[in-house]
């Protein structure tokens, strides 16, 4: 049996944009920022972070354990499953796993940042069965969320060169939150929600929900 392919997984064969695509621009706050040579409509957020942009290329293999920058977005920004793209809100909450990693402090569940979008009903049995990181059972915990909050986004910060002509990589995996000024050499790859309103969950327990 194949495994169902995840609508935030990404794939193998689909490439990051490349250093000549970026460039330094001075808007009218006269903060120089990262930005595209060939700006399109949606390449930056409601608070201004510019994201990074994929380059589809057939035939790339799944990688299970990566998110596409885009669609993890896009899930993020409208609670859609990660794993069907449907909504994944419901009346009662939405269903989250937050990992809870051997030798790791107990949860604190007025503290959770999570950068993983969130599940369908339907959905979580199938991630469980199918998932090779969340079958591991005692890793996953499953949360129904009461409320989740936009709060930041996760990328890479590039830094220009000394002649204005390009940027460079200078820190990965930076988390820049929507509450402090946006990093103007951030390229987004994640989004970022706070949850709120926090009930752990047995999977058996969503027997019968849509």
């Known amino acids: 049996m194949s495994l169902p ?27 120089p920022h990262i930005a595209y040579v060939v700006p399109r409509p949606g390449d930056r957020d409601a608070h201004g972070n510019l994201w990074g942009r994929m380059e589809r290329v057939p035939g790339g293999r799944v990688l299970f354990g990566e998110m596409d920058p885009e669609r993890q977005r896009e899930c993020m ?7 069907c793209g449907q909504p994944a809100e419901r ?6 796993f937050e990992w809870q990693r051997p030798g790791a402090p107990p949860l604190r569940l007025d503290r959770i940042k999570t950068d993983m979008p969130p599940l369908c009903p339907p959905c979580v049995p199938l991630s ?8 591991r059972g ?53 989004m970022y929600r706070k949850l709120r309103g926090i009930t752990v969950l047995d999977p058996s327990e969503l027997v019968g929900e849509p």
């Not at 009346?91 to 989250?96: H, V």
């Open 138 to 190: 005692e890793s996953a915990v499953l949360l129904r969320v009461r409320k989740s909050i936009l709060c930041g986004v996760g990328g890479t910060v590039y830094q220009a060169r000394a002649d204005l002509g390009n940027w460079l990589p200078a820190a990965s995996d930076v988390y820049s939150s929507y509450s402090r000024p946006r990093q103007p050499g951030m390229l987004a790859a994640r």
């Open 91 to 96: 009346e009662g909450g939405t269903l989250f």
């Open 5 to 31: 392919v995840p609508y935030v997984a990404a794939l193998s064969s689909d490439l990051a944009p490349r250093a000549n695509e970026l460039c330094l621009e001075v808007p009218r706050n006269g903060i």
């Open 77 to 83: 920004e409208g609670l859609l499953c990660q794993i």
């Open 128 to 135: 469980l069965g199918h998932c090779p990181f969340l079958r």
